[in-house]
């Protein structure tokens, strides 16, 4: 039986690496079909990175425009494009940013889910079905570069903070100042993320709270000064918050699309294998996960919708839930009949979503 099970977790291992190439392969694909991705604040994006990288050295544009850089928590793509820009045609090069970013949460969330239960699953491959939220499809760009930066930073933190704890530190030190300049939510996430896991390890050896936060300090002391710098902590606290009905609908928004049927679909189709799951005891957390989860949820409900200038603030927090949902819960293996019909079902789901978005 062991020896079964050992070839059966090789097949596995086989077959999960190329069907995270096909599926990042999908995702790429509608990037081919149109110069431009109908995301709503996309054209604006690169309007201004392509005078970024071209203005200053433009003897007409020049005297219209003016780089003015200030330490602003929302820079992601400004800070990419302009480089992609010189060596790559305007439209390939902003191709290149919008398939990163689709991307990255689905590796992000891979990652953390292989770090966080010290073993390889099938389940944080269908958060692809998520991949192009209504986030993405309002071109909302910067964050969700971050939200698959700050899970890759998260996976890396909890895989080798024991292991090889200086160069970790070092590594996400860095990092955490990287998503402070990509945006504020990111950073945000991963720090929930790796807080989540230091209490867990606090809480089963609590003689380790002091070096504990002690190795948080440099992580969290780089994004603190940058803020201080910024105009934010002067801004308007006055905040809005949605109606009762309306927050409720947001938690649809990790699955919103172009067909709210479909979307609505995709959403209870989602939380029904989870529920049946949990149903019978098929369904596995960690603390850390479990206070991730909780934390985040948290702050959606406590978040409001508009603060200090920023609008969809409370959207965000709905955003990270949904890609908690494949990141931060792992199903046990089904029985072959089961995975049998889950795993067609949800690549159908997969592939008729993606037509939607191609369409």
Known sequence: MRHRAALAAQADARLWWPTLATICAILLAPLFITDVPPLLDYPNHLARA???????TD???????????AIIPNLGTDILW???????PVHVAGRVVVGLLVLLPVLGTAAYHRAIFAARSWWPL??????YNA???LGFLNFALSLGAALLLAAAWIRWRN???????LLTTLGSIALFCCHLMGLIFFLILIGSYELECVCRAPRTLPTRALALLPVHAGPAWLYLLTDLKSASHNATFLPPAEKAAQLLTPFLNYDHTLDIISAALVLTFLALCAITRRLAVTPASTIALLTTAALYAASPYAFKGTAGLDTRFAIMLGFLLFAAIRP??????AFTLAAPTFAFLFATRMAVLAT
């Open 135 to 137: 986030i993405v499809l």
């Open 332 to 337: 046990a293996p089904l029985p072959r009949a």
């Open 82 to 88: 302009p480089p992609l820009m010189h060596i790559l």
């Open 126 to 131: 269908a958060a692809c079905v998520v991949a």
């Open 163 to 169: 292991t090889y704890p200086l160069p970790t530190i």
């Open 50 to 56: 392509w005078l970024l990288a071209f203005a200053p």
């Open 59 to 69: 003897p007409i544009l020049s005297k219209i425009y003016v780089p003015n850089w």
